[in-house]
Every structure is written in C-alpha cells, then in structure tokens.
C-alpha cells in the first residue's frame, strides 16, 4: 500500500489483512510504523502512530481477539488507503486530514465502517455454526434397503428373551410396525446375524412386547397374539 501520497516519491506495498492474529497485526503496524518514520512526512507518520495506539487500546479491551482480527486488519487497511488517497488528491491541508480522520467516523472504535465489518463478520460465524449442526445424519441401509437405526439396538437382556428358529433369533421387526422384508429371514450386516421372519407359537415375553412398543413402534395386527396382554 502507498502511505506517501503526494507528499514523499517513495511508496510500500504494506497491507495489514493477511494478518490473522492480535499480535501478527500488531506487528504489522510496527513495521509500517517504523517505515513510515524513516519514508514519510509527518503527518503521514502521526496517523500510522495513531493507528497503533488505537490497535494496542482495542487489545487491550479484548476487542481484538482470534476470531475478530481478520477483519480488523480489513478495517485498518480500508483506512490506509482512504487516508492515502486523500494526501494523493491533496483536497485538504495535513492538520485538516489528520482532524477528519481522526474523527469518530473514521479512524475510531465507534466508527461504522468498523461496526458493519464486525456484523457482518458475527453473521457469518453464526451461519457457519448453523451449517455445521444442520449437517444430516445419513442412515446406514441394510441389505434389504431398510434403515438401520443404532437407538433401536436390542440389548443382550432382551435378545436373551426373543425366541428362535433353527438357531435363528426371531425378527423384531418383522412382527413390529416398522416391519422388516424377507421371505424367511433377514441380515444385519453392521453384527453379521441372520434373523428368522416366522410367527412363535407361544406369546412373546413382556420386556421383548415392551421393547417392541417403545422402539419399533408396537405389534402388526397380525402378530397381536403374541402379547398376551392384549
């Protein structure tokens, strides 16, 4: 960036943006501080000095953090070069400059450019956090294209309790509303266990009834014998 203006030949392409920390931006300033004593007139030097005791003050009230200096960085550049052009353009005397600038509509906390950076920096943040919990949970698929949901897990006190067929434990779905396809049985690829789809010959336990009612959505009416509270 050029600080100079007209008042001095020699130019710097100093910018402050890429600075993504409190202290890397401060360090930036220093450096065109340091530059701007040796290159630049005086008024130019008065306003970099400003600048930084206006950095280091909002450090200092913790407004200049992590997550906030990216865009402070933008803030201080946009004035460097609002400030050089207006030396460039020679439209007003130094003290008339350095009086505009240091107004609180310019090179100030409270001025609105700052203010609209930080909004619309805050409603960015705010929409990458909403992104990020709004991301959808894909449900794994079995075999025969059924859902599997990892809360409906029987437990081992339960899977104790469901009945078998040729060693097979019965199909909790397949009784259950949430059903399950197959002819004869069905897969679980996740445990690698085959379950039998046929119909007990005798009323299934209370907690296997229970299990199926708060989980799998109650009996199909035509499994309904085999709670023998019904």
């Given at each position: 960036?050029?600080?100079?203006?007209?008042?001095?030949?020699?130019?710097?392409?100093?910018?402050?943006?890429?600075?993504?920390?409190?202290?890397?931006?401060?360090?930036?300033?220093?450096?065109?501080?340091?530059?701007?004593?040796?290159?630049?007139?005086?008024?130019?030097?008065?306003?970099?000095?400003?600048?930084g005791r206006l950095?280091?003050?909002?450090?200092?009230?913790?407004?200049?953090?992590?997550?906030?200096?990216?865009?402070?960085?933008?803030?201080?550049?946009?004035?460097?070069?609002?400030?050089?052009?207006?030396?460039?353009?020679?439209v007003r005397g130094?003290?008339?400059?350095?009086?505009?600038?240091?107004?609180?509509?310019?090179?100030?906390?409270?001025?609105?450019?700052?203010?609209?950076?930080?909004?619309?920096?805050?409603?960015?943040?705010?929409?990458?956090?909403?992104?990020?919990?709004?991301?959808?949970?894909?449900?794994?698929?079995?075999?025969?294209?059924v859902a599997k949901?990892?809360?409906?897990?029987?437990?081992?006190?339960?899977?104790?309790?469901?009945?078998?067929?040729?060693?097979?434990?019965?199909?909790?779905?397949?009784?259950?509303?949430?059903?399950?396809?197959?002819?004869?049985?069905?897969?679980?690829?996740?445990?690698?266990?085959?379950?039998?789809?046929?119909?007990?010959?005798?009323?299934?336990?209370?907690?296997?009834?229970?299990?199926?009612?708060?989980?799998?959505?109650?009996?199909?009416?035509?499994?309904?014998?085999?709670?023998?509270?019904?």
């Amino acid at each position: 960036m050029d600080l100079t203006g007209a008042k001095t030949s020699g130019t710097t392409a100093t910018t402050l943006a890429h600075a993504m920390s409190p202290e890397a931006l401060a360090g930036a300033l220093d450096m065109l501080s340091i530059y701007t004593e040796r290159y630049c007139a005086p008024v130019v030097q008065q306003f970099v000095a400003k600048a930084g005791r206006l950095l280091r003050h909002m450090m200092s009230e913790s407004q200049v953090t992590a997550h906030t200096a990216s865009y402070v960085a933008r803030w201080f550049d946009w004035a460097l070069e609002c400030f050089r052009l207006d030396m460039a353009n020679d439209v007003r005397g130094d003290a008339a400059v350095l009086t505009h600038w240091f107004s609180h509509e310019h090179l100030h906390t409270s001025s609105p450019m700052l203010v609209s950076m930080a909004r619309s920096a805050q409603d960015s943040r705010i929409l990458e956090l909403m992104a990020s919990q709004a991301k959808p949970q894909r449900s794994p698929k079995t075999k025969d294209g059924v859902a599997k949901d990892g809360t409906n897990r029987v437990s081992s006190s339960i899977k104790q309790l469901v009945p078998k067929l040729n060693k097979m434990e019965l199909c909790l779905r397949y009784v259950s509303n949430k059903r399950c396809e197959g002819k004869q049985a069905c897969k679980n690829p996740g445990q690698g266990q085959k379950r039998a789809h046929f119909t007990p010959s005798e009323p299934l336990d209370p907690s296997v009834i229970e299990y199926i009612n708060e989980s799998l959505g109650g009996l199909q009416k035509q499994f309904i014998q085999l709670d023998a509270s019904a």
